[in-house]
């Protein structure tokens, strides 16, 4: 905490893995050309968003940290909750003792979709010699930790009233202008080192190839496969197409002819998925028999099934396993594409 700036919200939830982040950081501290204080430590993101944001999140994420050779500390936002949003100072203080009325509400976990010791990603670096003749590849993977939840909801400079060590570090907000990243990975920003990511799309500064190659690292979890070989049985072979946010009525009856002209001279079926649930249904009534999953089938059938049988548990708890449910589908979908 105190050698290397690392607020206890952090270390408090770490358990086993603390020593392995504590190897991490001596790496950092004995690496060429370092000096402990200047240039970037840690990189934490924080990752929220609709699915198909998340996983341009993860995989800008892990391609920053396979470029900078750095730890990534991983937090995965509750499906309903938004990277950054604030919370009441009187939860916060709950947040800090861990009470399990405010720690555990609206939690999710990064290990629930994803297998956090079979995820890693390789920095791909070209060694040329002077004439250009040879070349080969230098491979580091990633050190990637989960944490359960982000405790500082508010802005750093708030929760350093509790923690001094959260003043070290750098907060980036999707939306907002990337040179601060970009400031912080070059150790510009004075009395920073660590780097948060509160981000629910992808970073512009991480290359194509870089979130490429993060995205084939990811593992899902074993739940996550199963249901995305159930999925890839039933649209194995057809044509997949994800419909964009922001499409109108008539713009979405003209995709769904122009798909259903491919499909038909094709001979195949059509797997439509996307953005908005309401646009899905649209686009796949207007495919008719071509839609290879009807259009009312969007709700995931656990969720009445979890409904019905937990009557002995609040409606809040409900809602968060149906959320949690929602977006297993999600993600099982875009794979499955």
Same mark, same amino acid.
């Given at each position: 905490?105190?050698?290397?700036?690392?607020?206890?919200?952090?270390?408090?939830?770490?358990?086993?893995?603390?020593?392995?982040?504590?190897?991490?950081?001596?790496?950092?501290?004995?690496?060429?050309?370092?000096?402990?204080?200047?240039?970037?430590?840690?990189? $934490?993101?924080?990752?929220?968003?609709?699915?198909?944001?998340?996983?341009?999140?993860?995989?800008?994420?892990?391609?920053?940290?396979?470029?900078?050779?750095?730890?990534?500390?991983?937090?995965?936002?509750?499906?309903?909750?938004?990277?950054?949003?604030?919370?009441?100072?009187?939860?916060?203080?709950?947040?800090?003792?861990?009470?399990?009325?405010?720690?555990?509400?609206?939690?999710?976990?990064?290990?629930?979709? $994803?297998?956090?010791?079979?995820?890693?990603?390789?920095?791909?670096?070209?060694?040329?010699?002077?004439?250009?003749?040879?070349?080969?590849?230098?491979?580091?993977?990633?050190?990637?930790?989960?944490?359960?939840?982000?405790?500082?909801?508010?802005?750093?400079?708030?929760?350093?009233?509790?923690? %001094?060590?959260?003043?070290?570090?750098?907060? $980036?907000?999707?939306?907002?202008?990337?040179?601060?990243?970009?400031?912080?990975?070059?150790?510009?920003?004075?009395?920073?080192?660590?780097?948060?990511?509160?981000?629910?799309?992808?970073?512009?500064?991480?290359?194509?190839?870089?979130?490429?190659?993060?995205?084939?690292?990811?593992?899902?979890?074993?739940?996550?496969?199963?249901?995305?070989?159930?999925?890839?049985?039933?649209?194995?072979?057809?044509?997949?197409?994800?419909?964009?946010?922001?499409?109108?009525?008539? +713009?979405?009856?003209?995709?769904?002819?122009?798909?259903?002209?491919?499909?038909?001279?094709?001979?195949?079926?059509? $797997?439509?998925?996307?953005?908005?649930?309401?646009?899905?249904?649209?686009?796949?009534?207007?495919?008719?028999?071509?839609?290879?999953?009807?259009?009312?089938?969007?709700?995931?059938?656990?969720?009445?099934?979890?409904?019905?049988?937990? +009557?002995?548990?609040?409606?809040?708890?409900?809602?968060?396993?149906?959320? %949690?449910?929602?977006?297993?589908?999600?993600?099982?979908?875009?794979?499955?594409?």
């Amino acid at each position: 905490h105190d050698a290397y700036g690392v607020p206890w919200d952090v270390i408090s939830q770490l358990d086993s893995a603390r020593g392995d982040l504590l190897i991490a950081l001596r790496a950092i501290h004995a690496a060429a050309n370092s000096r402990w204080g200047r240039g970037l430590g840690l990189i $934490f993101a924080e990752i929220s968003g609709s699915p198909a944001e998340r996983l341009l999140s993860l995989a800008s994420a892990m391609g920053l940290a396979a470029e900078r050779r750095r730890p990534l500390v991983i937090t995965w936002s509750a499906a309903s909750s938004k990277s950054g949003e604030s919370v009441s100072p009187s939860a916060q203080q709950q947040n800090r003792r861990g009470d399990a009325t405010a720690s555990d509400s609206g939690v999710d976990s990064f290990n629930e979709y $994803f297998d956090e010791k079979l995820s890693s990603v390789s920095h791909e670096q070209n060694l040329l010699s002077p004439d250009k003749r040879m070349e080969q590849a230098e491979a580091e993977s990633v050190r990637l930790f989960v944490l359960r939840e982000w405790k500082c909801r508010e802005r750093l400079d708030v929760c350093m009233d509790w923690d %001094k060590a959260y003043g070290r570090v750098v907060e $980036f907000t999707t939306g907002r202008d990337e040179s601060v990243v970009q400031r912080a990975i070059a150790g510009e920003i004075r009395g920073k080192h660590h780097l948060l990511l509160r981000l629910s799309m992808g970073l512009n500064l991480v290359s194509k190839a870089a979130k490429v190659r993060a995205l084939a690292a990811l593992v899902p979890s074993g739940q996550l496969v199963r249901r995305v070989h159930a999925l890839s049985s039933a649209v194995s072979g057809s044509l997949g197409v994800y419909i964009g946010a922001g499409l109108k009525q008539k +713009a979405l009856v003209a995709v769904a002819q122009r798909i259903a002209r491919q499909a038909k001279a094709r001979k195949v079926g059509v $797997f439509a998925i996307g953005e908005n649930d309401d646009d899905v249904r649209e686009v796949r009534s207007q495919l008719g028999e071509l839609a290879i999953i009807p259009p009312d089938n969007i709700t995931s059938s656990h969720s009445s099934m979890r409904e019905g049988s937990s +009557a002995d548990r609040s409606q809040a708890e409900i809602e968060q396993e149906n959320e %949690k449910d929602e977006l297993h589908r999600r993600l099982a979908e875009l794979y499955a594409l």
